[in-house]
């Protein structure tokens, strides 16, 4: 690094889950005056586009067939740029600080000297809540709410799921499409009833954004089929509540299975 360059800060900023006018100020006036843009698969196009001309963008995430980059690539580029002064803004979608590996990246930056600053989003729950009209918490039915996702070895789940028995949480469920039906058998065997309502939500936040109501118990015997979108699972007495204000896309599937 030249001693008359000073590095850059690097901004970690939540795009929310994807129309622009879910972003929070800050987060829009970050990209607008990035120098360089490093965005997951998740950021909407509309999102990165608020980019200005000659920013350097760099998609990280998944995308036509190419494999995602490695954390490391990831760190490693960010750590460049900032060395060459720039004002470098890593664009996640939702919110950086929920499963946005936001920490390692402030970790790993921090080491080398350079500073970071957080900008929130708005998470996936949060937008499938507002869209299709329920509450996360809700006065005698829902006093917290848990954030996880599960890791599923050997057709098991890991982990203690045992909190996951309180009748009065609701759990979102994030990058668990897959892991559904034997993360509902965790919640049943801790002793959550299976007539507990679940809400599968695809595409949080997009005007095609598909709800699909169902129980734990339908869903220990299968995933419920989606579009190939995110997907988030809701897990509890207030997702009876969810409702497609167009009434058009919605798919009952109590009896699904
Ligand atoms: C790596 S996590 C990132 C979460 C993100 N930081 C947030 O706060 O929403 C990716 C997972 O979040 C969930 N997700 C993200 N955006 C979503 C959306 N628009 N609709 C539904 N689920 C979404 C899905 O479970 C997806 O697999």
């Not at 850059?8 to 994807?18: D, E, I, K, S, T």
């Not at 360089?36 to 608020?50: F, I, P, T, W």
């Not at 920013?55 to 060395?83: D, Y």
């Not at 920490?103 to 929130?120: D, K, N, R």
């Amino acid at each position: 690094m030249s001693s008359s360059v000073q590095p850059g800060r690097v901004l970690l900023v939540g795009a929310g889950p994807g129309p622009v006018d879910l972003m929070t100020v800050r987060a829009m006036r970050a990209v607008q005056g990035a120098g360089a843009l490093l965005y997951d698969a998740l950021c909407s196009e509309e999102a990165v586009a608020l980019a200005p001309p000659g920013c350097i963008r760099i998609q990280t995430g998944k995308r036509a067939g190419k494999p995602s980059m490695t954390q490391h690539e990831i760190n490693r580029i960010m750590l460049r740029l900032a060395r060459r002064g720039l004002r470098v803004v890593r664009l996640k979608g939702g919110d950086p600080s929920i499963f946005g590996r936001v920490g390692e990246e402030a970790a790993f930056l921090s080491a080398y000297g350079i500073a970071t600053e957080m900008v929130p989003g708005v998470t996936a729950a949060c937008a499938a809540a507002a869209q299709f009209g329920f509450p996360l918490t809700h006065r005698g039915q829902a006093r917290r709410v848990v954030f996880t996702t599960a890791r599923v070895e050997n057709g098991a789940v890991v982990g203690d799921w045992r909190s996951g028995a309180d009748a009065e949480a609701t759990i979102a469920i994030y990058m668990g499409g897959e892991a559904a039906p034997d993360l509902a058998k965790a919640l049943v065997t801790a002793g959550r009833a299976t007539s507990t309502p679940v809400a599968v939500i695809e595409r949080a936040g997009a005007a095609d954004a598909r709800l699909t109501t169902t129980s734990l118990g339908t869903l220990t015997s299968g995933p419920v089929p989606t579009c190939g979108g995110p997907v988030l699972i809701v897990v509890g007495e207030v997702a009876a509540l969810a409702q497609d204000q167009t009434s058009k896309a919605v798919e009952r599937l109590r009896d699904w299975a």
